[in-house]
């Protein structure tokens, strides 16, 4: 080297590492990692899964487009011992919803449709009801129509069932009743973002997972990120799903299900992360389509809602947020945004049991403590936050809130409270409820505490709280039902036909309860009202008369409503 050549490099050296050095530093600032503290304080969120024989969670913090914390907590396979990382693919569920609508956003800034379409331009199977249904409709769950899962879970459909996207659609198109008029109401239904995915496809030619693959997935980058519609497909680095097995430890809970639209989407917190820097820098889209997917629908009673384009827009103690969760089989999501903080919450799960959603606000009540405000002041003693502090109850203490109560603002839905084992239990779902004292309790795993009220000379009122009181908030009321004296059951046996679900069902009278059976298993009913009956996981059954005998009944479970069975023989 040159005497000229080597006085060059020794300028250029020192001038190259400070360049090196003041990117890196740059770099490091712009991602401002958390401290020591809040790492610990975020590790302790998830300690209940940061072990070797249990399934957990992958996190990941992003701040100003940029990872500032991401980990995994237990294991991705407790079959063959791998860990969970910020790698790990995950099934999020309804998360998924996010995606499809923002292909039907796409699709609408490229002139293929509108969001005040009919949906029967593209789709002439669905029936026609008592007014047209829009695509706008389909997104901001405001159709109407019934949960095409709902509908399957009725007719026996289990979810390692095997089925399709053309078999749903099918049964949708069965549907002789729709839940309520179009925008008279909102209720979340998978139906809505199933229909979407058709749409897609009948608009643009080509699939949903193709299509969102070469306009969403592909150019931003997320190598890992797919919609999947083959339940045959091996699927790299994916965690399996799993739920807690009874007596203890768990076992594996995944779907055969090839429907997307709904949910369906593959992914890693990682990935993610380029899906959160497009909402602040459209590299995909623009900034009035980002804008369209957040802005809310309205009923045609004027009603504001707080759910846009698969968003949900709402505030997290003063900070304004948009998010979505999801669950399907044993996987769990959420995507936490708050974009006033520029900082987002990744959290995917693959235990049925986890509540991501609230995992999710405790990392963000670490990240953004100095930010987030306290949490509102009560309106009322019945809205307060009481101390958490446990204390210990008799079956006998807690038989006297058990039995069956009705809501005040929806006269089809029912909770069922009563005592098992020493523990106060709460149907639908069967979530145990911790005493915090002898009439206010804590349903596990949820923070959502449940007060009990005296009302009258005998009667109760349960009362669930909001999990954020404030001015705006207020609980959900059910009054307790008197017992149903002198009821004969055999009355109501027989055979039941729907030819909405193409499904029988049986109903039996066994040690002295009614049960209903689709397939082998008979499940016992609860006698709430009269004619009226409740299974635990939500169901309702109204019998019918004619002429004073029973000749049919009408099924209500959460998103189907008013499903109709006619007795055999009449």
């Avoid at 592909?218 to 990120?225: F, K």
């Amino acid at each position: 080297m040159s005497t000229r050549d080597s006085r060059r490099a020794s300028w250029i050296q020192p001038v190259l590492i400070a360049l090196i050095a003041a990117t890196v530093v740059a770099h490091i600032s712009a991602r401002q990692p958390l401290t020591g503290d809040a790492r610990h304080r975020i590790d302790a969120v998830f300690a209940a899964y940061d072990k070797t024989d249990s399934p957990g969670c992958a996190l990941a913090v992003y701040r100003d487009g940029e990872i500032v914390y991401e980990r995994g907590y237990g294991m991705a396979s407790l079959e063959h011992g791998v860990a969970i990382t910020p790698q790990t693919v995950f099934d999020i569920g309804s998360t998924s919803k996010q995606f499809t609508a923002f292909s039907i956003l796409l699709l609408e800034r490229q002139g293929k449709l509108t969001l005040d379409d009919d949906v029967r331009k593209f789709l002439p199977d669905v029936p026609t009801y008592e007014r047209p249904i829009t695509i706008r409709h389909l997104m901001q769950h405001t159709s109407g129509l019934r949960d095409y899962l709902t509908l399957w879970n009725l007719a026996g459909v289990k979810t390692e069932s095997w089925t399709t996207q053309k078999e749903a659609v099918r049964l949708v198109a069965r549907q002789k009743r729709a839940n309520f008029g179009a925008g008279d109401d909102w209720l979340y239904s998978n139906t809505g973002y199933l229909l979407l995915a058709e749409i897609v496809e009948r608009a643009s030619g080509r699939s949903l997972r193709d299509f969102a693959r070469d306009q969403i997935f592909g150019p931003l980058g997320m190598r890992h990120t797919f919609y999947l519609d083959d339940h045959t497909l091996v699927v790299a680095r994916r965690a399996t799903g799993y739920s807690p097995r009874e007596g203890g430890g768990s076992q594996v809970d995944m779907s055969n299900f090839e429907q997307i639209g709904d949910g369906g989407v593959q992914t890693t917190v990682e990935d993610l992360l380029l899906w959160d820097r497009n909402f602040y820098a459209a590299t995909v889209g623009d900034a009035a389509l980002l804008q369209r997917a957040q802005t809310v629908g309205r009923l045609n009673g004027g009603r504001v809602l707080d759910y846009a384009a698969g968003l949900t827009i709402g505030e997290y103690r003063g900070l304004r947020t948009v998010r979505h969760g999801g669950s399907w089989a044993g996987y769990r999501a959420e995507l936490l945004r708050f974009p006033d903080q520029k900082t987002s919450v990744a959290c995917l799960c693959n235990l049925g049991s986890t509540n991501p959603s609230r995992l999710a606000n405790q990392v963000a009540d670490v990240v953004l403590e100095n930010a987030l405000k306290p949490l509102g002041a009560p309106t009322s003693a019945a809205a307060s936050t009481a101390p958490k502090s446990i204390v210990t109850l008799s079956s006998a203490q807690l038989a006297t809130v058990a039995g069956v109560y009705r809501s005040t603002a929806s006269p089809s839905e029912f909770r069922r409270v009563f005592v098992r084992d020493g523990k106060l239990l709460v149907a639908p779902g069967g979530a145990d409820m911790v005493p915090l004292a002898a009439d206010r309790f804590e349903v596990t795993r949820t923070g959502v505490q449940v007060l009990f009220v005296a009302v009258g000379e005998s009667g109760r009122e349960m009362q669930i709280l909001p999990a954020s009181p404030g001015p705006a908030a207020s609980p959900a009321v059910f009054r307790q039902l008197p017992a149903v004296r002198g009821a004969n059951l055999d009355e109501y046996a027989g055979k039941y036909h729907s030819d909405e679900l193409d499904t029988t069902w049986t109903f039996a009278v066994k040690d002295g309860r009614l049960t209903f059976a689709i397939e082998d298993d008979a499940e016992p009913l609860t006698l709430a009202v009269p004619d009226g009956f409740l299974h635990d996981d939500g169901v309702v059954v109204q019998f019918e008369r004619t002429n004073g005998k029973v000749t049919g009944a009408h099924v209500d479970a959460g998103r189907v409503r008013n499903l109709e069975f006619r007795r055999a023989g009449g």
